[in-house]
Structures are given as C-alpha cells and as structure tokens.
C-alpha cells in the first residue's frame, strides 16, 4: 500500500495562487503515473491534472493554462501549482495514481476560492 499526505490548500481571493504538495509513504511513487482529483460539494470526484512518470503532463479543459503538475520522485512527492484560482475551483484536493486511483484516499487538502 502507499499512503499520500496533500497539503497546501487554503482560502484564496479569485486569481489567487497555491501550491499543493503530495507525499507518498513509500519509494516506489517514481513508478506511479500520478493524478490531481478534486471533489467539490454535491459533484463527483474529478481527474484534473494527470503526470507520468517521464513528466508528461495532461490537463482537464478547465484548468488548463492555470494549473501545472510537477513531481520529484526522489522526494516521493508530487505538486500542484494553481494561479489564476476561480470560485469554481473550490473543491478539496486529493492526489493519487492515475487514471485509476490505486490506493486508499487521502484527507486531501481544502481550497477555497472567495472573495
């Protein structure tokens, strides 16, 4: 099993910043595709933002240009930059393998985009 641990989240005005972090427990995150889901009130859990082990990158429509995933696997860690937040981004974040989530849910980390 691999745990993850997100945090970073927090209350932002609209077009905000914040980083998120994700550790996993275990050395072997580096042979892990990687997803960014999040879940806000009353919605299904979304895929966000997905980074294979080689870097690349993919994007849901509507973060796209706002958000970038990155990852470092000899941290065991893995991070999402979001800029230019919007009220609809609030949700709490988690992380997990993607596309499929393979391991137990986190806590995830709350962002709340408000003025």
């Known amino acids: 099993q691999v745990h993850f641990v997100e945090s970073g989240g927090g209350l932002v005005h609209p077009g905000g910043s914040l980083r998120l972090s994700c550790a996993a427990s275990k050395t072997t995150f580096g042979v892990y595709d990687m997803g960014w889901y999040r879940q806000a009130p009353g919605k299904q859990r979304e895929l966000v933002a997905t980074?294979?082990?080689?870097?690349?990158?993919n994007y849901l429509d509507a973060v796209k240009g706002r958000f970038t995933a990155s990852r470092d696997n000899a941290e065991n860690t893995a991070y999402l930059e979001m800029a230019s937040l919007k009220p609809e981004d609030t949700a709490i974040y988690h992380c997990?393998?993607?596309?499929?989530?393979?391991?137990?849910w986190g806590y995830g980390t709350q962002v709340t985009v408000s003025s």
């Open positions: 997990n393998t993607a596309p499929g989530a393979s391991f137990p």
């Open positions: 980074i294979e082990v080689g870097g690349t990158t």
